[in-house]
């Protein structure tokens, strides 16, 4: 029996295990710390960028410069732009995986938990 290793998301047969796909899909993303939950390298309200890895109904991956430990509860904002193929996302999600990556940045997994209806006016 192997074991899955990260981003492995297959059965023994190769067939995708996943109920929704992922996306391959590149963007920006900016994320914070939910209000009231604080954190040591983050004011609350302040925004960080990050750069998308792909996507699914039910989450994202994302890659930034800070980590972010399991369980922890972020506000984030895919920012496509002129990208018709990759949705804009204003999301509550919550970090179900971190790694640091060879180039010292971290891999973020997210699972989003509440989808909120997008303003495209709403950039700040």
């Given at each position: 029996m192997s074991i899955p290793y990260q981003g492995q998301e297959h059965s023994a047969g190769?067939?995708?295990?996943?109920?929704f796909p992922r996306i391959v899909a590149?963007?920006?993303?900016?994320?914070a710390h939910r209000?009231?939950?604080?954190h040591e390298h983050f004011a609350e309200g302040h925004w960080e960028n990050a750069d998308l890895c792909d996507?699914?109904?039910t989450g994202v991956r994302m890659v930034c410069d800070n980590t972010l430990l399991q369980d922890t509860k972020i506000n984030l904002e895919l920012l496509p732009g002129t990208m018709r193929r990759v949705p804009r996302i204003v999301a509550e999600a919550v970090v179900v995986r971190c790694g640091l990556r060879d180039d010292h940045r971290y891999e973020i997994a997210c699972k989003l938990t509440r989808v909120r209806p997008s303003k495209q006016n709403s950039r700040g």
């Open positions: 190769g067939a995708e295990r996943r109920m590149s963007c920006p993303v900016r994320y209000p009231g939950l604080a996507y699914s109904a």
